[in-house]
C-alpha cells in the first residue's frame, strides 16, 4: 500500500477566516468554506499506522472532517499553541475507546512545558522527545526530524518511501545542514504565512522567500502552507492562484490536499 501525506490544516496561527476580521481574505473563505484554512499539520497513513505531525487547535475538526478514527503516533513540530493545541482532545479517544496510550514524540526543549500544560494527559501518553537526524521507521516509510529556523526549537519532517517529501510548517530558510539533506527533494511543503512584507524574517517566509528555497533546492514541487492569508497585506485565493501560474512548480496547499508518496 502506498504511503499517503495528507496536509489536514493550511492556515497560520489565527486560521482562515479568523473570526475577528473583515478582510477580503477572510471573506472569501467565509463565502467559500473550502477555502477556509484551519492550523497547521498532517497525518500519514503508512499502511500500517495513523501519524499525526502536530496536533492542531483545530485537530478535533481536522480528524472528523476527514474521517480518521484511529492515530497511533503525534510528533509535535514544536511548542507553539497553533502545532499542540489540540492535544487535549486525545485524552477522550485513550481513555473511553483506545484504551492504550499513544505513542508522543516531544520537542526536547518542551517536556517540562508539556508537563506542566497538561498533567492531567501523563497517562494518555507514551512520551518520547524526537532528535534530530533519527530515523523512525513505520511501515514502508522512514520519518526523520530536521533543523528548522524558527524562534525555537523546531523540527521539520522529512519522509522517505518510494518518493521523499519535506514538510517545514514553520521556517525562515533552512539550515545548511537540513537543505543538503533535501537538496532534489519531489515535494517541499513550507512555510508561506506572509503574503507581503515578512514581519517576522528570523521566524516566518513569505510566498516569494518559500518559492525561492523551493528553486534553491532544486525541489520538484513546492507546496506553499501555514499561510495567514492577510499578515502585511490580505490577498485571496484567486488572486494568489493567479499569480503562481508564472511558477510551473509552486502551488497552493489547501486543507485536505493528499500526496502519495
Ligand atoms: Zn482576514
Ligand atoms: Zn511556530
Ligand atoms: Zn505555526
Known sequence: MAVAFKILGTGAGPGIPSYYCDCISCNEARENPCLARTRSGAVVNTGKETVLIDASADMRAQLVREDIRHVDVVFISHWHYDHFGGLGDLEYYVRLYRKEKIKLFLP???LEEFEAAYPFLLDVFDIALWQFGEKYTFGECDLIPLPANHSRQTAGFVLEAKQRLAYFTDTAGLPEETAARIRGIDYLICDATF???????????????????????????????????????????????????AYSSAVLAYDGMVITL
Open 195 to 245: 503574503y507581503k512584507d515578512n514581519w517576522y524574517p528570523h521566524s516566518h517566509q513569505s510566498v516569494a522567500q518559500a518559492i525561492q528555497l523551493g528553486q534553491d533546492l532544486n525541489a520538484q514541487s513546492t507546496i506553499l502552507t501555514h499561510m495567514a492569508m492577510h499578515y502585511s497585506e490580505p490577498v485571496t485565493v484567486a488572486q494568489l492562484t493567479e499569480q503562481l501560474q
Open 108 to 110: 526536547p526543549d518542551a
